[in-house]
């Protein structure tokens, strides 16, 4: 039996490319392990889990799948049973293990006539040969809505999103439950960790096809330890009641490590925002690259490099350039409609819509040149136009009273300084302010 086993990780490993190998990886403490104790990691675990980061992670089901999504065949034992897959040029079926540990880019699916089936249909990284999934019954508009996916490939976006987003960051263990790969094949010891440990992202590798993403972390002694995760379920092959199961609870990455410091939401998550430029609506303080305070003047210019959300707070950092020196900086804001934002009612230095507004001070239709040098001290004079006082007062206003020739907007903030300011209502220009 030795001898076989021996002979199939031999065949499996010439089968799998070299542009595989990248995604598989193992703690360096590898515990040595007598043969007889070897298991099947696929049997044994029962991985279970649920879609924990799904703004990093969004799960895509079937019919959401895009060309150039890529997979990495991790056959289960009834794949070695049940044929997965058929060659795209003869129409045979292919045994799993012969496609085991290849990167299969998927290619769209397709009606064919002469069996009267649609097929899922991809492409190995490797050599560009065909391959396809043939659905088992039904449409393919039928079938992609349902658990079951392709069988045996793990989702590799959830890899490479991991790799991005996790390596380096500081974790902490919330069960006392993971693994350390040993010196055996793919075998694996269980090892008992004591909750809260914090740990370090080091390595981030392919799992399996329910739990795709591995990630190995060290503690401050430098043992390193894994746990196998689903985040986004893409492709996952289980139903949304079976990643609540509570013996596979740590299988998920909520239940499994907390973040510690920022959360990283991604940027595109605020796509919308990045690349803008906006101006400061009033002074406010930003931190510069070497962790100091740094006095912004109102109406400097900036573009939004990058936003990412604050663990636990609701808050964002933002990454914003100088446009004039160049030099980046970051703020800690709120949103106003960020779910759960903990806006602080009259601290404008902390609401992005109070303290930022979009475009240049000197491409606002209603802001004149000559009226800047005032505007920049906070000074609102005769002559100003609304949008020009709302630059030096952002903070609300109510109106007070609507005669046949004027009107008046006072600003009474808890924490600004009181004003009255009268327009003419046939200019909307203004005529005085009060106190002067």
Known sequence: MMFL??????????????????????TKNVVEQKKQEVRDSTAEVQEKARDVMNELFPRLNLCEWNDGMRFLVMPEKRD???RVFYDGITDNSVGTMQLRHKIMIYKG????????????????????????????????????????GV?????????????????????????????????????????????????????????????PVKIIVSDKDGREFFQNVAISRTNSGLRDDEFNMMDNQFHTFSSAFDMMGDYVMPSWHYKNYIGKKVFLRHATKMTDSRG???????????????????????????????????????????????????VVVGKRDNIY?????????????????????????????????????????????????????????QFSSPDQKFLRVTFDKRTRLVVSTYPN
């Open 151 to 211: 069988p045996s490939l793990a989702y590799l976006g959830d890899v490479e999103t991991a790799r991005r987003e996790l390596m380096g960051k500081t974790l902490v263990t919330k069960t006392r439950t993971y693994y350390v790969d040993t010196s055996y094949g793919e075998g694996f010891d269980e090892v008992e960790v004591p909750l809260e440990t914090e740990v370090r992202v080091v390595k981030v590798g392919v799992g399996t096809r329910q739990f």
């Open 5 to 26: 086993a021996a002979m199939v990780f031999a065949v499996t490993g010439v089968s799998g490319q070299t542009s595989a190998d990248d995604y598989f990886v193992k």
């Open 353 to 409: 819509e109070d303290l930022f507004a979009e475009g240049t001070p000197g491409n606002i239709a209603g802001v004149s040149q000559k009226n800047m040098a005032a505007i920049r001290q906070g000074q609102i004079k005769k002559g100003f136009t609304e949008t020009e006082v709302r630059l030096v007062r952002p903070d609300d206003y109510e109106v007070l009273s609507d005669s046949d020739t004027s009107y008046i907007w």
């Open 109 to 148: 699916h397709s009606h064919h006539a002469a069996t009267n089936r649609d097929r899922i249909n991809f492409m190995t990284a490797d050599d560009n040969h065909p391959y396809y999934y043939e659905v088992p019954s039904g449409t393919f508009d039928d079938y992609c809505n349902t658990k079951y």
């Open 292 to 342: 100091a305070k740094s006095n912004m003047s109102g109406l400097t210019t900036f573009k939004i490099v990058d936003i990412k959300s604050q663990r636990g707070t609701g808050a964002v950092k933002m990454t914003l350039c100088n446009l004039t020196t160049g030099a980046n900086y970051l703020k800690e804001v709120f949103f106003k409609d960020t779910p759960g934002a903990n």
């Open 80 to 82: 070695l049973v049940i």
